[in-house]
């Protein structure tokens, strides 16, 4: 699946070693992802609750090139009306250096 992001919006960076989240969004549609640091797993959400996937940070890879991040999750724990589970966001290069910085905070440290 490929988003267009025309805007990331993140928790509060001071909260991050307790709860990470970044939400795409576009004029229809978010992508939003999830993680608490005292558990396992992160959620992945697009445009509703009930199109979820629930995946082990450790089964959950990213890559960021240029203005692309790249998200693959394998083996997910759960997966409510998603089939695809590769993910290609297109943001603004200003967003790159937080977004790098957030998705890191959102795997914890591996």
């Known amino acids: 699946m490929i988003f267009e992001s025309k805007q990331i ?3 509060l ?5 307790e709860l990470v989240s970044i939400t795409f ?3 229809e549609n978010y992508l939003s992802l999830s993680s608490l640091a005292y558990e396992d797993e992160i959620g992945v959400e ?3 609750q009930t199109n979820c996937v629930s995946v082990l940070k ?7 090139v240029e203005s692309s991040m790249r998200f693959t999750i ?15 966001v297109n943001f603004s290069t200003r967003d790159a250096d937080k977004l790098k ?6 795997v914890g440290k591996q």
């Open 101 to 106: 910085s957030a998705v890191i905070a959102l």
């Open 25 to 27: 969004i576009n004029a």
């Open 46 to 48: 697009i445009n509703d």
């Open 74 to 88: 394998a083996n997910p724990i759960i997966q409510h009306n998603i089939p695809d589970l590769k993910f290609v």
């Open 58 to 64: 450790s089964d959950f890879k990213y890559e960021c």
């Open 13 to 17: 960076e001071d909260n991050w070693d």
């Open 9 to 11: 919006l993140y928790s």
